[in-house]
C-alpha cells in the first residue's frame, strides 16, 4: 500500500541563519514549530523586526496572527509566509507579561494586523501599543472581560443595563457634517449576504469612507474546538464556518493540521475522496458566490442567479449521494474519511460524469452569454472595486480575490497537500484587479475544479478493489505531546483556511485558532470601495464573496 | 375639457352611458355622473389588471424565464393567490415610523397610484372604451404620468430616513433625465399624425402601409420609424424604473428606496402605482406606435387587441427584469442625456424633414 508522502515542510531556500544573523541581539530564544521555525522577540520589537522581515527577507504576507493565553505568560505568534513560497514560513513569537499584556502592533507593517489584533485583543485581552484602532471586533463594546482567557468567568451574565442599549446605534447616527452622510448598510440589507454592518460615509452618490463592522455572527468556534476532543469531536464544526457548500474543504483544513500534529499518514485512496469531495465542494461554493453575487448587480429577479442555484443543486446532489448530507457533511475523519462512495459505484460515476462533462459545459456557456458577454454587466464590473496587488498583500488577500489581483498563489499548487500534485490542473489568475476578474476567476476556477473532479472519478473507479483504503489507523485518544504547535492551511474557496493548534498533552487542544479567508478579505473593502459609488461599493462587496459564518466564526 | 370631447366625432364611453342610461335629461349633471360612471370602469379594469399582474402574472412570468416554478398551490394554476394576497396585504400593519413628515408621507402613494390611473383618462382601449378625447390627449398623458416623480420623491423625502431619501433623489433625476426624449419621440409621432389627440393618432395608423398578399402590413408608426419605437421603448424603461433602470428602487443598494418606510396598504397603493405604471407605459407605446386598438377582426375586438398589447410590453419589462443587470445611476444619467437625448433630437428633426418633404 503506498501512502503518499506528506511534503516537507522544511523551509526550503529560507536561509535561517541569515535571519538570525539579521536580526542579532533581537532573538530571545528559538523554538521549533511543526510548520516553522519560531523566533521570540521582545514585546517592544515587533514592528522593527517584522519590517526587516518583510522588506529583507521576502516575507510579504502575514497569514495568521494568533495570540493565546499561557499558566505564565500571554503570547502572540505572527505566523509570517512568502507569497511566492507559501512553504517558506516562519513564526514570530511575542510573549508578553501576565500582568501587563501589552505588546506592540504590527499594523503599521502588515494591514491585516489590523484586524487579527484586534480580535486578539477581543478574545485573548493583549493590549497592542500603537494600534491605530484598538477595539472590540467580534464581541460588542460593551462587554466585560476576555472569552478566551481562564479566568473568565462563561456562567456569569453579561449585564448591559437598558440605559446603555437604549439606542445602539446612537453612536452611528451622529449628526452629519452637512458635507457627507453616515449611512448604516446592514446589520439588516438585502446585500450584505447575512448579518454584516457597513458604516458608510457618503457624498452624495460617492462612498467617502466605508468601515466593516462584524461579529453579528460569532459563536464562539474557536472555544467550541477547544473544548472538543481531536479525535471526533471537533470535526462537524468546520462544516459550519463556511456553510455555503465548502464543508469538506473547512473539515480538510483542520484534519490537515491536526494530522501534522498526530503525525498520521493518510491512505492515497482516501486522499483522492478528500481531493474529490473538496472539488466539489468547491464548485457549489463558487456557483453559490455567483449566484448571490449576480443578485447585488442585477437586482432580485433574474434568471442567472437561479440558473446558478440550480447548478449548485445539481453539485449538491452529488455531495448529498457521497456523504449522505445536504451541507453538514461531516465526511472527513483524522486519518481518512468517513466511508467510501456509495454502492453501486458506477451509478455514482455516470452521474457525476453527467455532470461534468454535459450538464457543466452548457451551464458555463449559459454563464458567459449571459453574463460576462454583457455590456451592461461589463459596464458595472471593469475597472470598478480596484484592489491593487501590492494592497492585496497587505491586507492579506488570498483566493479568488487576491488571484484576480494577479497574485499567482493557490495553496493547492504552492503548499502541496492531498492529491493535487498528481492531478492535472492549472492555477487561474487575472491581472484585471477588478470585479470582473473576481468574477471570471472564480468561473474558471469552476471549469478547473471539474477537471480535478473528473480526473479523480478516473483514478477511482480503476482502483483496485482491495486497496481501497479509507481510513488509517489513528489511536482511539489523540493525546499530542505538550507545546507542539502547528499552523497548517488549505486553499478554501474563499482563500487560505488555516488553522493554528497548540496542543497542551490533554486529548483536546490548548489553542484552536482560525484564520478565515474570508475575514481577511473582508478587510479590504475599504480599498475596493472608497471613490466609488455605493452601487459599486455593494457589486464590491458581492464579488469578495464572504459568509458571515466564517468571518465571525 | 368637455368641450374638446363634444367636438370629436368618435363616441366616448361617458356619451354612451349617458345614452344608455338615459341620463340626458339630467343635462351637465348627467353628463357628470356619466363620466364618473366611465372613470369608475377604467379604474377597476386598470386594477384587476393589476391584481393580475402583480401577485400571479409576474411570478409566473419570471418562473418560466429562471427554471422556477412559481405559485401552484393556491386555486387552478395558484389564479387563487390573488385574493389570498390581496387579503395578506390589506391585513397588514400600516407602522409609522418617528419623524416622518406625516402628510406628505400619506400624500405620495395617493398621489403615485392616482397619476398612474388619471393617465387612462385619454387612452382610447377600443371596442368603445374612451373616457375622454382631448385636443391635447400626449401632452395630458405625459404631464399626469410625470406626477408620479412628486409622489417618489415626496415619499422618499418624507419617511425621515436616509435610503429612501436616495431613492426619491435618484427617481427625479432619473425620470428628468428620461422624460425628455420620451416627449421628443412622441412629438415625432405628432408630427407624423399631424395632431396631439389620442383618437386622431389612433385613426393616422389605420391605413394600409403595403399589402403582403393575404396579410396587411398597417401604418403602424412603431413599424414606419422603428428606430423611434426603440428609443421610446428604452426611454419608457427608465420611466417607469424598470430593470436596466430599476435604480430608484435598488433592493440590494438602497433597499427598496423610496418605499422603505411603507407597509400595510400604502405599501399596495405604491406598488399598484407601479404596476399601473407599466400599463400606462404600454398604453402609450400602443397608442402612439402600435395603432392603439387596431387589429385583425371586427372593431368590437379593439378591446382584446389593445390589452394584448399593453401585456407584451409588460412581458417585456419582465423579460428584462430577469435578464439584464441594473445599471448604475451616474451611467444611468449619462445614457439618458448623452445618448438618448441626442438621439431623439435626431429622430425629431429627421422626422421633421421627412414629413416636410412629402407634404411639400
Not at chain 1, 451622529?174 to 448598510?185: A, P, R
Request: negative net charge; hydrophobic residues 45%; proline residues 6%.
Amino acid at each position: 500500500m503506498s501512502t503518499l508522502e506528506e511534503p516537507e515542510v522544511e523551509p526550503d531556500g529560507l536561509d535561517i541563519d541569515a535571519v538570525h544573523e539579521r536580526l542579532g541581539d533581537r532573538v530571545l530564544d528559538t523554538e521549533e514549530h511543526i510548520n516553522a521555525p519560531g523566533i521570540i522577540i521582545r514585546a517592544d520589537e515587533v514592528e522593527e523586526t517584522l519590517t526587516i522581515l518583510r522588506d529583507e527577507f521576502d516575507f510579504d504576507y502575514l497569514a495568521c496572527v494568533s495570540a493565546e493565553e499561557l499558566p505564565d505568560r500571554y503570547e502572540t505568534i505572527y505566523h509570517l509566509k512568502q507569497f511566492a513560497d507559501p512553504t517558506r514560513e516562519l513564526s514570530i513569537v511575542v510573549p508578553t507579561d501576565r500582568d501587563r499584556p501589552i505588546s506592540q502592533s504590527a499594523a503599521h507593517v502588515y494591514e491585516t494586523a489590523n484586524w487579527h489584533e484586534r480580535e486578539a485583543y477581543d478574545l485573548i485581552g493583549i493590549e497592542y501599543d500603537g494600534h491605530p484602532n484598538l477595539k472590540r471586533i467580534l464581541l460588542p463594546d460593551s462587554w466585560t472581560g476576555h472569552p478566551l482567557t481562564d479566568d473568565y468567568n462563561q456562567d456569569k451574565p453579561q449585564v448591559v443595563s437598558y440605559k446603555a442599549h437604549e439606542n445602539p446605534l446612537l453612536e452611528h447616527t451622529k449628526e452629519d457634517d452637512g458635507e457627507t452622510m453616515l449611512i448604516n448598510i446592514g446589520p439588516h440589507h438585502p446585500a450584505t449576504h447575512g448579518v454584516l454592518h457597513l458604516k458608510a460615509t457618503l457624498d452624495g452618490e460617492s462612498v467617502v469612507d466605508v468601515e466593516p463592522d462584524i461579529g453579528y455572527l460569532h459563536r464562539c468556534e474557536e472555544q467550541m474546538c477547544e473544548q472538543g476532543t481531536y479525535r471526533h469531536q471537533i470535526m462537524p464544526y468546520p462544516d459550519r464556518w463556511d456553510y455555503a457548500s465548502a464543508g469538506i474543504i473547512n473539515e480538510w483544513a483542520y484534519a490537515r493540521a491536526a494530522e501534522d500534529l498526530a503525525d498520521i499518514e493518510v491512505p492515497e485512496y482516501a486522499q483522492i475522496l478528500r481531493t474529490m469531495g473538496a472539488e466539489l465542494c468547491r464548485m457549489a461554493a463558487h456557483f453559490l458566490a455567483l449566484g448571490t453575487f449576480v443578485l447585488d448587480v442585477y437586482g432580485e429577479f433574474n434568471a442567472l442567479s437561479m440558473y446558478a442555484i440550480r447548478d449548485r443543486e445539481k453539485v449538491q446532489k452529488l455531495l448529498e449521494d457521497l456523504t449522505g448530507q445536504r451541507i453538514m457533511f461531516n465526511y472527513l475523519r483524522l486519518g481518512g474519511v468517513a466511508w467510501d462512495i456509495p454502492e453501486p459505484r458506477e451509478q455514482f460515476f455516470d452521474d457525476t460524469r453527467q455532470f461534468i462533462n454535459e450538464d457543466l459545459p452548457e451551464s458555463m456557456d449559459e454563464v458567459h452569454d449571459l453574463l460576462t458577454d454583457n455590456e451592461i454587466f461589463q459596464l458595472r464590473c471593469v475597472d470598478i472595486g480596484v484592489l491593487p496587488p501590492k494592497q492585496a498583500k497587505q491586507y492579506a488577500a488570498t483566493g479568488p480575490v487576491a488571484r484576480a489581483s494577479g497574485i499567482d498563489m493557490d495553496l493547492r499548487r504552492d503548499d502541496p497537500y492531498g492529491y493535487y500534485p498528481e492531478l492535472d490542473w492549472e492555477v487561474v489568475t487575472d491581472d484585471g484587479c477588478d470585479i470582473f476578474s473576481r468574477v471570471m476567476v472564480r468561473v474558471r476556477e469552476v471549469e478547473e475544479s471539474a477537471k480535478i473532479v473528473d480526473q479523480c472519478i478516473d483514478l477511482l473507479e480503476e482502483w483496485p478493489e482491495d486497496e481501497r483504503e479509507i481510513q488509517a489507523n489513528v489511536p482511539r485518544t489523540l493525546k499530542p505531546d505538550p507545546d507542539t504547535r502547528v499552523y497548517r492551511a488549505v486553499e478554501g474557496a474563499k482563500g487560505e483556511l488555516g488553522i493554528y493548534i497548540r496542543a497542551d498533552g490533554t486529548d483536546t487542544p490548548g489553542r484552536f485558532k482560525i484564520r478565515s479567508p474570508a475575514y481577511c478579505n473582508l478587510s479590504t473593502l475599504p480599498v475596493m470601495a472608497e471613490g466609488d459609488f455605493v452601487a459599486d461599493l455593494i457589486a464590491s462587496l458581492g464579488s469578495i464573496d464572504i459568509i458571515l459564518g466564517e468571518v465571525d466564526r | 375639457m368637455l368641450q374638446a370631447v363634444l367636438q370629436t366625432d368618435t363616441v366616448l364611453l361617458p356619451e354612451r352611458l349617458v345614452d344608455l342610461l338615459r341620463l340626458g335629461e339630467f343635462g351637465v349633471v348627467g353628463e357628470f355622473i356619466a363620466g364618473l360612471i366611465a372613470a369608475f370602469l377604467v379604474a377597476n379594469i386598470m386594477l384587476i389588471m393589476t391584481a393580475i399582474a402583480g401577485p400571479w402574472a409576474k411570478r409566473k412570468i419570471r418562473a418560466r424565464f429562471t427554471d422556477a416554478i412559481a405559485v401552484n398551490r393556491v386555486g387552478p394554476a395558484g389564479l387563487l393567490i390573488i385574493i389570498a394576497d390581496a387579503v395578506r396585504l390589506m391585513s397588514k400593519e400600516i407602522i409609522v415610523p418617528e419623524g416622518v413628515d406625516r402628510p406628505a408621507w400619506e400624500l405620495a402613494p395617493i398621489v403615485v397610484a392616482l397619476s398612474a390611473l388619471l393617465g387612462f383618462a385619454v387612452i382610447p382601449m377600443g371596442s368603445g372604451i374612451h373616457v375622454a378625447d382631448p385636443e391635447v390627449g400626449v401632452v395630458f398623458v405625459f404631464a399626469v404620468a410625470s406626477l408620479a416623480s412628486i409622489g417618489l420623491v415626496m415619499g422618499g423625502y418624507a419617511s425621515n430616513n436616509k435610503f429612501s431619501m436616495l431613492g426619491g433623489l435618484r427617481a427625479v433625476a432619473q425620470n428628468i433625465a428620461y422624460e425628455i426624449p420620451l416627449v421628443l419621440v412622441a412629438a415625432s409621432v405628432v408630427i407624423f399624425a399631424g395632431s396631439l389627440q389620442m383618437s386622431e393618432i389612433v385613426a393616422a395608423q389605420q391605413d394600409t402601409l403595403i399589402s403582403l398578399g393575404v396579410v396587411d402590413i398597417p401604418m403602424w408608426f412603431a413599424i414606419i420609424n422603428p428606430f423611434a419605437f426603440v428609443l421610446f421603448l428604452a426611454a419608457n424603461m427608465a420611466e417607469i424604473g424598470r430593470n436596466p433602470f430599476d435604480t430608484p428602487e435598488a433592493p440590494n443598494e438602497i433597499v427598496a428606496g423610496y418605499q422603505t418606510e411603507y407597509s400595510g396598504i400604502y405599501f399596495v397603493l405604491f406598488y399598484l402605482g407601479e404596476f399601473i405604471h407599466i400599463f400606462l407605459g404600454g398604453a402609450i407605446i400602443a397608442t402612439l406606435f402600435l395603432g392603439g386598438p387596431a387589429g385583425p377582426g371586427p372593431e368590437s375586438l379593439g378591446f382584446v387587441w389593445f390589452l394584448v398589447k399593453i401585456w407584451a410590453v409588460f412581458l417585456l419589462t419582465q423579460w428584462m427584469r430577469s435578464a439584464v443587470p441594473r445599471v448604475r445611476i451616474d451611467q444611468l444619467i449619462e445614457i439618458g442625456w448623452k445618448g438618448l437625448l441626442v438621439l431623439s433630437f435626431l429622430n425629431l428633426i429627421l422626422t421633421a424633414l421627412i414629413v416636410g418633404v412629402i407634404t411639400v
